[in-house]
């Protein structure tokens, strides 16, 4: 039984962590996108997906 607890909870913490690269990346496109572009973007999203990078960054 706890066998099977454990490994659950590994599948859910592999599958957090494939959802927070996904986000990492949709974040990192979006910059590049920005960085061509800037005036097509509020100060406002570019820094809240520089800080949500960051925030990965430091997680790993």
């Known amino acids: 039984m706890s ?3 454990s490994n659950s909870q ?3 913490s592999i599958s957090h962590h494939l959802e927070r690269f996904g986000e990492t ?6 910059i590049k996108l ?3 572009s ?3 973007w ?3 999203v570019l820094g809240q ?3 949500h990078i960051e925030r990965c960054k430091h997680a790993h």
């Open 3 to 5: 066998q099977r607890a």
């Open 10 to 12: 590994s599948n859910s």
């Open 25 to 30: 990346h949709r974040m990192n496109v979006m």
């Open 34 to 36: 920005a960085v061509h």
């Open 38 to 40: 800037p005036a097509n």
């Open 42 to 44: 509020p100060t406002e």
């Open 49 to 51: 997906a520089w800080l």
